[in-house]
């Protein structure tokens, strides 16, 4: 008998709505995730400190540790802390450097971990990923998907809009991230994942073609959505594929190259993927790309963050020695110095300053 069915790597429960963290306690109860109330809460000392007054009295049987940073030696910590606790769950209650902490340290002491970000800054907030850093950089180290993501809508809005942007440039970047891996797919032979891919790629597709902005719920809703799903097609596929490729080599240069003066990782990959999508010869995808990016208050030209167009091509030239291995367009064209200005150039004029 062949085997017609898998299963696929996902949250439990996922709810996003305007007051979700205030049902935080039941929502942990019903689902049979904590029925003692016995939970290690990871919170920085912003965001989720904010929060802890209003969700504690809700959570009596709640042990909460402060996090200090997004470290690989702050996850180890915070994992050792917790391993003599007898707790049900783990709760990474904060930005993206708190949740990679609590996924790092609930994945090393056995425990689920549930997901509560206070901002939509990035994909990672379902991924089987955890991204420290250590003492070579930073790194990335796989985890088990959380078991439950709860987003509460209205602590999203309060949160600085820098950060919502930076969520939108990381989903629409899968749709070039899917662009580079069918690609792959034709030149080398790389095998898609044809489930992944088509999640990954609807989610940008949502987000890209949404008319909202980010004070709109239905906007950030579809957005949370998005990126909720991306976490979930990176399980699948079993690595980033599905939403890393050529924007993402792009990111990666930026932040070793120019580590004191890099932007945020959606800003980056933002940028990196209309760039690339133009590379692709797919010109009005880019243009079309560009303009939402920038109606949502995203840069598209790098002196938008403060690069001049020479550290620009040098950005581009060093991205794909970021991830050996991985076949984007990039790899393909292979270009020189004086191509990708040449490109650059076309561009800038076709996106408009």
């Known amino acids: 008998m062949p ?3 898998r299963l696929i790597p996902s949250p439990v429960v996922v709810d996003i ?13 019903d689902e049979r995730i904590s029925h003692s109330g016995k939970l ?8 989720g400190a904010r929060l802890r007054d209003r969700i504690a009295p809700a959570l009596p049987g709640a042990t909460w540790y402060e996090v200090g940073g997004g470290t690989l030696d702050d996850a180890i910590k915070l994992a050792g802390a917790i391993r003599a606790g007898h707790y049900d769950a783990v709760v990474g209650l904060g930005g993206g450097k ?3 902490c609590a996924k790092f340290a609930a994945a090393r002491v056995g425990l689920p971990l549930v997901a509560v970000p206070t901002n939509l800054a990035h994909d990672g907030l379902c991924s089987p990923v955890a991204t420290l850093d250590n003492d070579a950089g930073r790194g990335s180290y796989g985890v088990p998907n959380p078991i439950a993501v709860v987003i509460d809508l209205d602590v999203i809005r309060d949160a600085p809009v820098r950060f919502v942007r930076a969520g939108i440039g990381d989903a629409v970047s899968n749709i070039n991230a899917i662009a580079d891996w069918e690609l792959s797919n034709r030149v080398k032979g790389e095998k898609i994942d ?8 609807q989610a940008g597709e949502a987000v890209l073609r949404h008319p909202g902005g980010v004070g709109d719920n239905g906007f950030l809703q579809v957005l949370a959505e998005a990126l909720v799903l991306t976490g979930i097609a990176m399980s699948i596929s079993g690595d980033s594929r599905p939403a890393s490729g050529s924007c993402h080599e792009i990111n990666h240069a930026f932040d070793l190259l120019f580590p004191k003066r890099a ?6 990959c933002g940028l990196g993927a209309a760039f690339a999508m133009y590379l692709r010869g797919a010109h009005d995808d880019a243009v079309f790309m560009a303009q939402v990016l920038r109606r949502h208050g995203l840069p598209v030209l790098p002196e938008e963050i403060g690069f001049t167009v020479d550290e620009f091509v040098q950005v581009v030239e060093f991205a794909p020695q970021t991830r050996p291995g991985r076949y984007t367009i990039l790899e393909h064209l292979d270009l020189n110095t004086h ?8 561009y800038a004029k076709a996106i408009g300053s």
């Not at 290690?40 to 965001?47: D, L, M, Q, R, T």
């Not at 044809?194 to 790629?201: E, F, N, Q």
């Not at 932007?263 to 980056?268: D, F, I, P, T």
């Not at 191509?339 to 076309?346: A, G, H, L, V, W």
């Open 98 to 100: 708190i949740i990679d």
């Open 194 to 201: 044809g489930l992944a891919a088509a999640m990954a790629r």
């Open 40 to 47: 290690a809460i990871a919170v920085s000392n912003g965001s």
């Open 17 to 29: 709505r305007p007051g979700a963290l205030d049902d935080l306690a039941s929502v942990l109860s």
């Open 3 to 5: 085997v017609l069915t």
């Open 263 to 268: 932007a945020s990782h959606g800003e980056q």
């Open 339 to 346: 191509q990708i200005k040449d490109i650059y150039s076309d």
